[in-house]
Nanobody, 122 residues
Framework: QVQLVESGGGLVQAGGSLRLSCAASGSIFSINVMNWYRQAPGKERELVAGIESGSSTNYADSVKGRFTISRDNAKNTVYLQMNSLKPEDTAVYYC????????????????WGQGTQVTVSS
């Protein structure tokens, strides 16, 4: 069983910063891609940022230059540093981690966190 625990959300004023964390525990191996998504009320879930096992990253255009994704492989944890926050960043943020259930082989599985609310006031 794999569990993802997110933390770091909250209420912040425009221009402020937050740092999200997502830690995976349980039977997960060879973690590959780690992603952050967000979903605002009435909107579809969208990819915010991703980081591969080799540490290459990608970002949505709307957050480039403001958000930074990073990972700590020893802790099976992914972070999202969010700076210069805007009211339009308000959403529930979800992490998604892709990994295997056995150490050396087998199919890849996606695991989702429970979501953490980020609210940016103007």
């Amino acid at each position: 069983q794999v569990q993802l625990v997110e933390s770091g959300g909250g209420l912040v004023q425009a221009g402020g910063s937050l740092r999200l964390s997502c830690a995976a525990s349980g039977s997960i191996f060879s973690i590959n891609v780690m992603n952050w998504y967000r979903q605002a009320p009435g909107k579809e879930r969208e990819l915010v940022a991703g980081i591969e096992s080799g540490s290459s990253t990608n970002y949505a255009d709307s957050v480039k230059g403001r958000f930074t994704i990073s990972r700590d492989n020893a802790k099976n944890t992914v972070y999202l540093q969010m700076n210069s926050l805007k009211p339009e960043d308000t959403a529930v943020y979800y992490c998604k981690i892709t990994g295997r259930r056995s150490p050396w082989s087998g199919p890849w599985y996606d695991y989702w966190g429970q979501g953490t609310q980020v609210t940016v006031s103007s």
